[in-house]
């Protein structure tokens, strides 16, 4: 947890920023797997997290943004509880540890809200993700849970995510925590991929050597030999020799901040000659991106730019042609790259995707509906304290293939003959994490090998 001054400072930001009317912010609850008790690991609501840094189940914060008034609403453990669970600090206790004056018993989170919709106050409310929070709120504001995200309110979450956009210092120095403990992950799986090797296994020490820092996973890892299916969760393969192995994956440190981060190697030694030609077309796409971070720039013109060392790449090699720019303006480098560049990172490895992509991404303008562009978090202007992703790669995804090519689709831009020859190719990624800083960028965590010459030498440590 950070210094109660910490969270005391966001929450009265963000009182001033949202001006009027009541807050009322949920935690999660447990969720269950298979029956009540046996429970997934609780993760707290990242933005209650943000403002109160308790990570304990079903509690809610109330505050008046005007009388400035904050309510920490939960209940105590009763005996019963304590048997099974622990002593645990009572709700009084873990709202003083973080500068709230009151509390108050659950049972009284409907009449607190009653009494402000009686004296036509608004309530500002997030967009639910969980089904028990809707739950909730159809409750308190009898609203139906199809209305919630259009009922929630656009000035608290625009007031949140100016806050939580900008990282401030402390948080950049959890949040390398959690890049660091992600590049050990990816060197863990440099060092032991070999033929014969599961992907199970691989997914298995990843996910070891996140636990064994006291924190998580900030998302199910993606370890596959078939790195062409953007969020590939199946483990089920034995690794052979020739294919290129993607890893995706990313700590989250016991305060909840994020690591991010891809890397791509081949299943054997070295590189054969198509994937090194590939590869390095990713990587230039890659470090193209990289060289244009900087505060005023939009996120959206880097992914373009990197779109077009795409197009060039691919055409140098026979898979695209015409004019770059017409290319990608049609969208036609999204046969390979039909993803974002990357996306804001920081208490959830996509920041804030629960308040939606348009108020985190796009200052609340809206997104392109085009294929590959659609998919693109971030399009705005960066500021300095953003910290995002760049994840730029180049996908040979089969059934997009015969689609388009049945289609006609980007036949002016695209040699369907030379892609189909590389049909089983697979995909390639490598992902980093940046800070936007006063002048420029600044990489996140100690870096991890993704030239050809760095990746093989990790390579050889593995046989
Ligand atoms: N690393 C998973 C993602 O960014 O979607
Ligand atoms: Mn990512």
């Not at 990713?282 to 990197?306: C, N, R, Y």
């Not at 089969?398 to 090519?405: A, C, F, N, S």
Request: proline share 4%; with cysteine; net charge negative.
């Amino acid at each position: 947890m950070f210094s109660k001054q910490t969270y005391i400072e966001r929450r009265k930001v963000l009182r001033e920023k949202v001006g009027s009317g009541v807050i009322l912010l949920l935690g999660n609850s447990e969720s269950p797997m298979n029956y009540a008790d046996n429970t997934y690991h609780f993760r707290q609501d990242s933005t209650f997290l943000y403002y109160t840094g308790i990570q304990h189940p079903e509690l809610a914060l109330v505050i008046d943004c005007e009388s400035g008034k904050e309510i920490l609403i939960g209940d105590n453990y009763t005996i019963d509880d304590i048997v099974w669970m622990g002593q645990q600090p009572t709700i009084e206790q873990r709202a003083l540890e973080v500068g709230i004056s009151s509390t108050a018993d659950t049972n009284t989170l409907g009449s607190i809200v009653l009494n402000a919709v009686k004296g036509e106050r608004r309530v500002h409310f997030l967009p639910p993700y969980r089904p028990d929070n809707k739950i909730k709120l159809m409750d308190l504001l009898k609203i139906h849970p199809m209305q919630l995200n259009n009922s929630a309110s656009v000035e608290l979450i625009m007031a949140i995510v100016s806050q939580r956009n900008i990282k401030t210092a402390e948080e950049i120095i959890e949040i390398e925590k959690a890049v660091n403990t992600t590049v050990e992950m990816h060197l863990a799986a440099m060092r032991m991929v070999r033929p014969g090797i599961t992907e199970a296994q691989v997914a298995a020490e990843v996910t070891r050597i996140a636990q064994a820092q006291n924190g998580n996973l900030s998302f199910p890892v993606i370890a596959t030999i078939n790195g062409q299916t953007l969020h590939n969760h199946y483990h089920g393969n034995t690794v052979v020799d020739g294919k290129l192995f993607l890893l995706d994956c990313g700590a989250e440190t016991s305060m909840g901040y994020a690591g991010d981060m891809s890397s791509t190697f081949p299943t054997g030694k070295k590189f054969t000659t198509e994937q090194k030609e590939i590869y390095n077309i990713a990587l230039s796409a890659h470090e193209k991106a990289i060289s244009m971070l900087a505060p005023g720039v939009a996120f959206k013109d880097i992914h373009l730019a990197t779109a077009k060392v795409i197009t060039e790449g691919m055409k140098s090699m026979g898979f695209m042609r015409g004019n770059t720019n017409d290319a990608v303006a049609a969208g036609a480098h999204a046969m390979f790259f039909p993803c974002g560049l990357g996306h804001m990172m920081g208490l959830d490895v996509h920041d804030m995707e629960d308040l939606g992509e348009v108020f985190v991404g796009y200052d609340g303008s809206e997104k392109s509906k085009q294929f590959g562009l659609k998919s693109l978090r971030l399009g705005r202007p960066l500021e300095a304290g953003n910290v995002l992703t760049i994840e730029p790669g180049i996908y040979f995804i089969p059934d997009l293939i015969d689609k388009w090519r049945a289609e006609g689709h980007n036949a002016e831009f695209l040699n369907f003959d030379k892609i189909d020859l590389y049909r089983n190719f697979g995909g390639c990624r490598n992902e980093e994490d940046f800070l936007i800083t006063s002048d420029g960028a600044r990489l996140l965590g100690k870096p991890l090998p993704k030239t050809v010459a760095d990746v093989e030498t990790e390579r050889a440590k593995a046989f």
